[in-house]
């Protein structure tokens, strides 16, 4: 069974930064499209960005663009999301996810296996 676990997660003021990872095991990491999500309270989860399995292709939420970075190190079967110029908007439990199938994609039913969640709070 495959397991993700976040970290990386905390309080940061606003016009900050923070890295996320997103730690893989008992799996084929370097097989797996890697997702990043993210859920505000009171609000659905959200697509945040997407690296294919071999890392080549990434793509963005229109909110994450420009400030979001997600890169991946199949060697340590660790997927990663560097976020810069935090808004407070930013605010939310942030997950990752894998697909076996190796599509990944925006929607979170398209990814298999989900990590617990880290949480970035984001002050103004």
């Known amino acids: 069974q495959v397991q993700l676990v976040e970290s990386g997660g905390g309080l940061v003021q606003a016009g900050g930064s923070l890295r996320l990872s997103c730690a893989a095991s008992g799996g084929t990491f370097g097989t797996y499209a890697m997702g990043w999500f993210r859920q505000a309270p009171g609000k659905e989860r959200e697509f945040v960005a997407h690296?294919?399995?071999?890392?080549?292709?990434?793509y963005y939420a229109d909110s994450a663009k420009g400030r979001f970075t997600i890169s991946r190190d199949n060697a340590k079967s660790t997927a990663f999301l560097q976020m810069n110029s935090l808004k407070p908007e930013d605010t939310a439990v942030y997950y990752c996810?894998?697909?076996?199938?190796?599509?990944?994609?925006?929607?979170?039913?398209?990814?298999?296996?989900w990590g617990q969640g880290t949480q970035v709070t984001v002050s103004s």
């Open positions: 996810a894998a697909d076996r199938g190796g599509s990944g994609g925006r929607k979170s039913t398209s990814y298999d296996y």
């Open positions: 690296i294919s399995w071999t890392g080549v292709y990434t």
